[in-house]
Nanobody, 111 residues
Framework: VQLVESGGGLVQPGGSLRLSCAAS????????MSWYRQASGKERELVAR????????YVTDSLKGRFTISRDNAKNTVYLQMNSLKPEDTAAYYCFAVNKWGQGTQVSVSS
């Protein structure tokens, strides 16, 4: 199993980023995919998750309206679209599936 996140970076407040997680080593379309984040000194928290078929998605309440999770089963990739970013969104963002974590991608929101 391999989960490889990409798309992080430095963005100004109010900006947008789209994170990607490319998956391999398992039947991607059968598995729920999740995004978590961990800010410095804080516990890792769930951001969003999506079913294998993509027909049901959940975004944690505090991020609804700004973050969207989606997937492309033809590309074995899950995405996290993040809009209207705030400094408090600064964190390492991790992909999670089949009890495995990706290496994470850093998102920094600062002017």
């Amino acid at each position: 199993v391999q989960l490889v996140e990409s798309g992080g970076g430095l963005v100004q407040p109010g900006g947008s980023l789209r994170l990607s997680c490319a998956a391999s080593g398992f039947t991607f379309s059968s598995e729920r995919m999740s995004w978590y984040r961990q800010a410095s000194g804080k516990e890792r928290e769930l951001v969003a998750r999506i079913t294998g078929s993509g027909d049901s998605a959940y975004v944690t309440d505090s991020l609804k309206g700004r973050f969207t999770i989606s997937r492309d089963n033809a590309k074995n990739t899950v995405y996290l679209q993040m809009n209207s970013l705030k400094p408090e969104d600064t964190a390492a963002y991790y992909c999670f599936a089949v009890n495995k974590w990706g290496q994470g991608t850093q998102v920094s929101v600062s002017s």
